[in-house]
Each structure stands twice: as C-alpha cells, then as structure tokens.
C-alpha cells in the first residue's frame, strides 16, 4: 500500500501546535514524532514529525488541507514548511507519538494512557495523558520548566490552584506529589481533558476540576488567542490556596497579579508562593515589576533556552530566597 508522507521540523513550542491542530481537524490516527536528528548551520529544530495518509483519491486534498492548516506555524518561525511525499511503505523506525517516553526532573515520567511500561526507579511519577486539543503534552518547554518547579516546591496537603489547566499535567502531577488541586480552565476543551487525566491517573479524590478563572482573567476571553469566551465563571481571590501555579500567556500573569497576591494565603506551614510559566524571557522584565508592585519577591526560577518560569513568594514570608540561578 502506498502512503502519502507529509512531515516538517519543529522547534520544541511547535509540538503541541502541531499536535492539537492536527487533533481538532482529525488527521492524528498516524501520527509519529521523532528528536530532529540532523543537524545543519543555524538549525534550531528538536522534533521531525511525520503523518502519513492512505495515498487514494482524498490524499491531495487532505494533505492540501493540513497544509494551509500548518501554514501559519512556519510564518511564524516555529516549524518548517511542510514536505509531502509518496512512499511504499512507513518507515519501521519510526517513533509514535503515543510511544515517546518523556523524562522530566528527577521523578516525572509522560507515557501515553495505554503504553506498557516497567518503573526504573523507586521514586519514579508517572504520567498518563491521551491525546488531546488541550495545551500540555509535556514537549512544550513551559510544561517542563514548571513540573521542575513543582517537584521541588510541592509538600504533602498543600492546597493548590492551577490556573489554565489544558491537559491536566500540572494537576496530576501536583496530585501525585501529594497535593490538593482547584483545577481551573477557561475552555471547555481544555477542562474535559483535564478531568480525563484525572482519571485516568485516579487522582479524582486530590483535584476538583472546574470551568472558569480566578478573579478578573474571566474578563479576558480565551487566553491562547482562539475563540471568545464568554461569561465565564470567576473564582473569587480570598486567601484560600497555599500555590498558584499557572502555565499562561505573560499578558494575562501580569493582568492578574493582584489577584494572585489576594488569592495565596500565608501559615506557618506555607508561604504563599506562585509558579508562572508560559513566557519567553522578552517579558520577563514586565512580569517581575507586576508581581513585585502585587507584594511579591523572588523565590526560584528555571529556563531552558528563552523559556522562564518563575516562582515569586509572598513578601512578608521569612525565608524566601533572593538569588536568581540564572
């Protein structure tokens, strides 16, 4: 049989992209994802993905379909211009998607729902996801960089909120390191995956997962730029969580940081502390004189390439620390 291969390199932003359009149109039942392997003057991909389509009479105009689909990814500098080809046979070495372990920290593992898998090491965290239109596949560098702020932040019973839960990852991960979530998402989407790992990882008695924002973010619409939300629900700010983390654009972090500080409480237990991630350093700046002037000071940090993630601690909390590593 033969197959019609289209396939481009991404850089690591670009996957879940790729991943979720490619989902909300129905082009994802052969789907394979590799780590870019060549390497060339000025390259900055880290993914080739490939989809491959039964080469018949609908072939042309599917692959034509997914080409304008994909298009606005390589104007935008984040993926190459998509290669179609004709092949005999899909390539055994190939990579699916739904098989890529994904190692993250010191204890995170992402595996599909249904991958077998043995645990390596005693105090290994596994992670399942099933595909979805959501945000969070564990590829982004947003996602990596707050799962390592959270391991090392999370402490048995803390109560915490993740803001814009798209996945689910961050919630489950919070869950399994002993946490009590607020799963809070403006999309409808967004939410039904979330409670989809949810059970899929049985954390269902840790987090409680709800449509909606906290305070004045249910005035912002859909926070990736899709289509407008209206009338979503609003979680007051009233000193109830110990964490806030929320992996979301920079605009909406600084819109809300007033918010943030109203809605973390201090105990002689936990300190008030917020993980922001979903930014490049080009907003960094911004970001740090709003949370500054809402009453916060730095407490820890982790990047990867111009991708930050910032844990900011409620002011009048002792012994925060105040050294950037950067």
């Not at 739904?98 to 599909?112: A, D, E, M, P, Y």
């Not at 814009?164 to 403006?186: M, P, Q, R, Y």
């Amino acid at each position: 049989m033969s197959w019609m291969q289209l396939s481009l390199d991404t850089t690591n932003e670009a996957v879940d992209w790729v991943c979720s359009l490619l989902a909300k149109n129905n082009f994802t039942s052969d789907l394979h994802i590799q780590k870019y392997t060549e390497s060339g003057l000025g390259d900055d991909w880290a993914f080739s993905i490939c989809l491959y389509l039964p080469y018949d009479v609908h072939a042309d105009k599917r692959g034509s379909e997914i080409a304008k689909l994909l298009s606005p990814l390589e104007r935008t500098g984040i993926s190459t211009a998509l290669q179609m080809a004709i092949v005999e046979e899909k390539p055994a070495d190939a990579e699916l998607a739904s098989h890529l372990v994904r190692r993250i920290g010191q204890k995170f593992v992402i595996l599909s729902a249904d991958m077998p898998y043995s645990s390596e090491a005693a105090n290994e965290i596994i992670l399942r996801l099933k595909p979805s239109l959501a945000f969070g596949s564990g590829l982004h560098p947003a996602t990596i960089l707050s799962l390592k702020l959270l391991e090392r932040h999370i402490t048995p019973a803390i109560n915490v909120l993740d803001l814009g839960s798209g996945s689910g990852i961050l919630s489950v991960a919070i869950a399994k390191l002993g946490g009590n979530v607020l799963a809070l998402d403006n999309d409808t989407i967004a939410v039904q995956a979330t409670q989809d790992a949810v059970c899929l990882n049985g954390v269902e008695q840790q987090v409680t997962v709800t449509e909606g924002s906290l305070g004045s973010g249910s005035d912002f619409g859909h926070w990736l730029g899709g289509d407008s939300i209206n009338n979503v629900p609003k979680v007051e700010a009233k000193n109830q969580f110990d964490l806030i983390v929320a992996n979301i654009p920079a605009r909406v972090h600084i819109a809300l940081a007033a918010d943030y500080q109203k809605a973390l409480r201090q105990t002689d237990v936990y300190g008030g502390l917020l993980i922001a991630a979903g930014f490049t350093n080009d907003h960094e700046e911004d970001l740090v004189i709003a949370l500054t002037e809402a009453g916060f000071e730095f407490a820890d940090c982790e990047r990867q390439d111009e991708w930050v993630a910032l844990a900011y601690r409620l002011q009048q909390f002792p012994g925060y620390r105040t050294t950037d590593p950067k």
